[in-house]
């Protein structure tokens, strides 16, 4: 396991987004720009909390920003073997059902479209459509409440 280290204030008062960013940033540091083995084997090594929450920031941190890539990181995520079981996987460790609809939703939303003009989930994108931020907000709010409910599996406390 990698733990980020913080003292208890800090830990406390952390918003909910920082906080799930701030205990993976250990084990981020390790794999940011390294080849898929060394990535796994990173990730191997890390508690089962941890891995749900590696593979929620892997894509909450490169889809948050919009809806263009939001809906590009739907479409890498299931071009790309282990990333959306990874990351559902994650959802359902932390219990955001309401998270795992709207992907589910927008998996369908995406496989209509694609079949509809020929194309490849690559080839998707959406630039018309906002990201729904109560459910992302939602998202953040159940995995922090985790981890300040298991702090002892993502940080070593000062």
Known sequence: MYLAKMDSVTFQTLSDERL???CMEPA???IRGKSPVVKA???AQLSRGQKALCMFRVFYDHAHKSAAEY???ISYMLDT???WNGVQEGLLFFED???IRLLEETRSMLELRNDRLGLQWSEAAF???EQDQELSGQSLK???AYIRAHPGEFVELA
């Open 81 to 83: 073997p282990g990333y």
């Open 142 to 144: 159940a995995i922090a």
């Open 97 to 99: 059902t309401a998270m």
């Open 28 to 30: 981020f540091a390790l």
């Open 20 to 22: 799930g960013r701030y």
């Open 127 to 129: 630039k018309d459509m």
């Open 41 to 43: 084997g990173v990730i």
């Open 71 to 73: 809906y590009a990181w």
